[in-house]
């Protein structure tokens, strides 16, 4: 269930990060304008945008939508997919990283991460060794980028490293 105290938590997690805030639907511009995310919508699409922005390059934290393309949230999606600068396999790699740190956040807030669990597919086909290694694989990426511990907590904003985003 999202609360608008769900939301606050995800508009406050965001900003102790030191990424910028509009009180805006994304479908009127973008999810992510290269400074700021837009925050009318759920909370666990607020902390899936900070999930993007703490995997992103520095470099591309100042493109709209991360230079991945237009997200599905995404009112402009022209003039975000002109600012696509990386291969499919980077998109679908971050969007995996970005989806489970999103994730590991909404548990360290209290909040229902169940529901992006599911939603975001992480249980599909969970009786296959293939899914549980794919877990495991984006859980140790996220690790060696030092976007969580060795106990699989994210790393809080005061202990955030500035190159921990770039691939290791």
Same mark, same amino acid.
């Given at each position: 269930?999202?609360?608008?105290?769900?939301?606050?938590?995800?508009?406050?997690?965001?900003?102790?990060?030191?990424?910028?805030?509009?009180?805006?639907?994304?479908?009127?511009?973008?999810?992510?304008?290269?400074?700021?995310?837009?925050?009318?919508?759920?909370?666990?699409?607020?902390?899936?945008?900070?999930?993007?922005?703490?995997?992103?390059?520095?470099?591309?934290?100042?493109?709209?939508?991360?230079?991945?393309?237009?997200?599905?949230?995404?009112?402009?999606?022209?003039?975000?997919?002109?600012?696509?600068?990386?291969?499919?396999?980077?998109?679908?790699?971050?969007?995996?990283?970005?989806?489970?740190?999103?994730?590991? *956040?909404?548990?360290?807030?209290?909040? /229902? !991460?169940?529901? =992006?669990? +599911?939603? %975001? $597919? *992480?249980?599909?086909?969970?009786?296959? /060794? !293939?899914?549980? =290694?794919? +877990?495991? %694989? $984006?859980?140790?990426?996220?690790?060696?980028?030092?976007?969580?511990? =060795?106990?699989?907590?994210?790393?809080?904003?005061?202990?955030?490293?500035?190159?921990?985003?770039? =691939?290791?």
């Amino acid at each position: 269930m999202d609360t608008p105290a769900h939301r606050q938590a995800g508009i406050e997690l965001a900003r102790r990060f030191g990424i910028g805030t509009i009180d805006e639907a994304p479908q009127d511009a973008w999810s992510y304008d290269g400074r700021s995310i837009r925050t009318r919508s759920e909370a666990y699409v607020l902390i899936h945008e900070v999930g993007h922005w703490l995997v992103a390059s520095p470099e591309r934290r100042t493109l709209l939508d991360f230079g991945l393309g237009a997200g599905p949230e995404s009112g402009r999606v022209a003039e975000a997919d002109a600012q696509l600068c990386v291969d499919k396999d980077t998109q679908i790699e971050e969007e995996a990283l970005a989806s489970l740190i999103g994730i590991l *956040w909404e548990v360290e807030l209290g909040q /229902p !991460a169940i529901l =992006a669990f +599911l939603e %975001q $597919n *992480w249980l599909e086909g969970w009786e296959r /060794p !293939a899914c549980a =290694a794919n +877990l495991v %694989q $984006n859980l140790e990426l996220l690790y060696q980028r030092g976007l969580i511990d =060795a106990a699989g907590r994210p790393v809080p904003p005061e202990s955030f490293r500035e190159c921990s985003s770039e =691939a290791a």
